[in-house]
Protein backbone atom coordinates (compact mmCIF):
# COMPACT_ATOMS: atom_id res chain seq x y z
CA UNK A 1 0.00 0.00 0.00
CA UNK A 2 2.81 2.52 0.66
CA UNK A 3 3.91 2.60 -3.23
CA UNK A 4 0.21 3.17 -4.05
CA UNK A 5 -0.12 5.95 -1.33
CA UNK A 6 2.88 7.79 -2.39
CA UNK A 7 1.38 7.50 -6.47
CA UNK A 8 -1.40 9.39 -4.95
CA UNK A 9 0.29 11.27 -3.14
CA UNK A 10 2.35 13.15 -6.30
CA UNK A 11 -1.13 12.80 -8.36
CA UNK A 12 -2.82 15.30 -5.67
CA UNK A 13 0.51 16.97 -5.45
CA UNK A 14 0.50 17.73 -9.46
CA UNK A 15 -3.36 18.49 -9.56
CA UNK A 16 -2.56 21.11 -6.57
CA UNK A 17 0.20 23.00 -8.48
CA UNK A 18 -1.77 22.52 -11.88
CA UNK A 19 -4.70 24.37 -9.90
CA UNK A 20 -1.77 27.04 -8.27
CA UNK A 21 -0.73 27.53 -12.03
CA UNK A 22 -4.67 28.17 -13.21
CA UNK A 23 -5.11 30.77 -10.67
CA UNK A 24 -1.98 32.37 -10.88
CA UNK A 25 -2.28 32.69 -14.93
CA UNK A 26 -5.93 34.04 -14.31
CA UNK A 27 -4.52 37.20 -11.73
CA UNK A 28 -1.66 38.18 -13.53
CA UNK A 29 -4.47 38.88 -16.76
CA UNK A 30 -5.97 40.68 -14.41
CA UNK A 31 -3.46 42.59 -13.06
CA UNK A 32 -2.44 43.25 -16.84
CA UNK A 33 -6.11 44.42 -18.12
CA UNK A 34 -5.90 47.34 -14.99
CA UNK A 35 -2.60 48.48 -15.54
CA UNK A 36 -2.29 48.73 -19.39
CA UNK A 37 -5.57 50.97 -18.85
CA UNK A 38 -5.41 54.68 -21.05
CA UNK A 39 -6.75 57.62 -21.19
CA UNK A 40 -6.73 60.78 -24.17
CA UNK A 41 -5.51 63.61 -22.97
CA UNK A 42 -5.19 66.38 -25.38
CA UNK A 43 -2.57 68.86 -25.23
CA UNK A 44 -2.06 72.43 -26.83
CA UNK A 45 1.42 72.17 -29.05
CA UNK A 46 3.72 75.02 -30.39
CA UNK A 47 0.91 76.31 -33.01
CA UNK A 48 -1.32 76.30 -31.10
CA UNK A 49 -3.52 73.00 -32.44
CA UNK A 50 -4.67 70.93 -30.38
CA UNK A 51 -3.29 66.89 -30.65
CA UNK A 52 -4.38 63.86 -28.74
CA UNK A 53 -2.08 61.71 -26.50
CA UNK A 54 -2.61 58.57 -24.89
CA UNK A 55 -1.35 58.41 -21.20
CA UNK A 56 -1.06 55.44 -19.00
CA UNK A 57 -3.25 55.87 -15.93
CA UNK A 58 -1.29 53.53 -13.51
CA UNK A 59 2.30 52.85 -13.32
CA UNK A 60 2.80 49.49 -14.14
CA UNK A 61 5.80 48.71 -11.61
CA UNK A 62 3.66 50.11 -8.83
CA UNK A 63 0.30 48.55 -9.76
CA UNK A 64 1.47 45.51 -9.98
CA UNK A 65 3.79 45.55 -6.91
CA UNK A 66 1.07 46.58 -4.89
CA UNK A 67 -1.94 44.17 -6.31
CA UNK A 68 0.42 41.61 -5.62
CA UNK A 69 0.53 42.86 -2.53
CA UNK A 70 -3.40 42.67 -2.11
CA UNK A 71 -3.42 39.46 -3.30
CA UNK A 72 -0.79 37.83 -1.15
CA UNK A 73 -3.35 39.41 1.66
CA UNK A 74 -5.98 37.11 1.09
CA UNK A 75 -5.34 34.19 2.92
CA UNK A 76 -5.25 36.41 6.20
CA UNK A 77 -8.72 37.64 5.24
CA UNK A 78 -10.35 34.66 4.29
CA UNK A 79 -9.13 32.76 7.70
CA UNK A 80 -10.20 35.50 9.95
CA UNK A 81 -13.67 35.67 8.40
CA UNK A 82 -13.27 32.02 8.56
CA UNK A 83 -12.91 32.45 12.54
CA UNK A 84 -15.47 35.04 13.15
CA UNK A 85 -18.20 32.92 11.86
CA UNK A 86 -17.25 30.19 13.47
CA UNK A 87 -16.80 32.14 16.65
CA UNK A 88 -20.44 33.79 17.08
CA UNK A 89 -19.45 36.77 15.17
CA UNK A 90 -16.65 37.83 18.21
CA UNK A 91 -13.18 38.01 17.06
CA UNK A 92 -10.64 35.39 18.18
CA UNK A 93 -7.04 34.69 18.91
CA UNK A 94 -6.17 35.57 15.12
CA UNK A 95 -8.71 38.79 15.42
CA UNK A 96 -8.06 41.61 13.25
CA UNK A 97 -4.38 42.36 14.28
CA UNK A 98 -3.52 39.69 12.25
CA UNK A 99 -4.99 40.94 8.97
CA UNK A 100 -3.63 44.85 9.56
CA UNK A 101 -0.30 43.74 10.85
CA UNK A 102 -0.07 41.65 7.56
CA UNK A 103 -1.74 44.17 5.07
CA UNK A 104 0.25 47.01 6.34
CA UNK A 105 3.76 45.44 6.13
CA UNK A 106 2.86 44.18 2.68
CA UNK A 107 1.62 47.58 1.67
CA UNK A 108 4.41 49.48 3.35
CA UNK A 109 7.11 47.72 2.50
CA UNK A 110 5.90 47.16 -1.43
CA UNK A 111 5.48 51.19 -1.75
CA UNK A 112 8.53 51.25 -0.01
CA UNK A 113 10.43 49.56 -2.38
CA UNK A 114 8.49 50.68 -5.31
CA UNK A 115 9.14 54.45 -4.25
CA UNK A 116 13.04 54.01 -4.07
CA UNK A 117 13.27 51.81 -7.53
CA UNK A 118 11.75 54.17 -9.47
CA UNK A 119 13.75 56.87 -10.79
Known amino acids: PKPIRAALYLVG ?13 QFMDAISVITQAQRVVYMEVRSGAKHRFHVDVWNPTVANLTLMALGSSAPEILLAVIEIQGGSYFAGELGPSTIVGSAAFNLLIITAVCITALP
Open 13 to 25: LAWSFLGVGIVCD
